[in-house]
């Protein structure tokens, strides 16, 4: 009977562990079949696009649970998220003007990330999420609360998402757009308006992010002399 037990919890993990490696696979192909039909089926490409964020969050959390967490796999996921937010919003740059708005967005996004990678491996540190040592709350508590970090990511997704469905052409003007959906009590408005919340508080950390870790680099190669 015990052994038994211990059978049907191996296999459980191992099943769980074999989900948790598809969810990646799933994420990555449904995020090209998302991108293909992405203007011949706006409502399909915003599902499936959300789908593959979730399969991210499951990604992780498994990854964490089952003590499966790998470098390759950290990096993999870093990868895919800078990607699929990267292609968003070279997307919303063609449907919104001025597009310079979302070029700037990309760029910030992929360079702090990338310079908190590289810092990050400067400073033998196993994470680029580690940031215990910074001296800013903002920070810290963004990295350092799964929670706060999600509101944030999932904020921004939603609201690049939602301004994709509200673009009923390739002329349409973004701050119009903003004001226009934020106006009233309805729900639509609501979720907009905390959606608009986590997105600002990501981009504070990002500019943050970006400071920290080319100082970081910076001090780097004054240690080094």
């Known amino acids: 009977m015990i052994c038994d037990c211990f059978y049907l919890r191996d296999l459980t993990c191992l099943c769980c562990v074999g989900c948790w490696k598809s969810a990646g ?44 967490v790998s470098t390759l796999g950290a990096v993999l996921d870093m990868v895919t998220d800078r990607i699929s937010t990267a292609c968003l919003l070279v997307i919303l740059s063609q449907v919104y003007r001025p597009s310079l708005v ?53 904020a921004c997704e939603v609201l690049y998402i939602t301004l994709f469905l509200l673009a009923e052409n390739k002329t349409e003007n973004l701050v119009d757009a903003v004001i226009t959906s934020t106006r009233g009590e309805s729900p639509h408005s609501i979720l907009i308006g905390l959606s608009l919340l986590g997105w600002m508080i990501k981009q504070v950390v990002n500019v943050i992010q970006l400071k920290t870790a080319a100082d970081a680099c910076v001090l780097h190669d004054i240690y080094k002399k």
């Open 25 to 68: 696979f799933i994420r990555i192909l449904t995020n090209c079949f998302a991108f293909a039909i992405c203007f011949s089926n706006k409502q399909l490409f915003c599902l499936l696009y959300f789908l593959s964020f979730v399969c991210d969050g499951i990604d992780g959390w498994c990854a964490r649970k089952f003590n499966q």
């Open 102 to 154: 979302f070029v700037s967005l990309l760029a910030l996004d992929i360079a702090s990330h990338w310079l908190q990678m590289y810092s990050s491996f400067l400073l033998g540190k196993g994470s680029h999420k580690d940031v215990k040592d910074s001296t800013n709350w903002l920070f810290k508590a963004y990295y350092g609360n799964r929670m706060f970090m999600a509101f944030c990511c999932l």
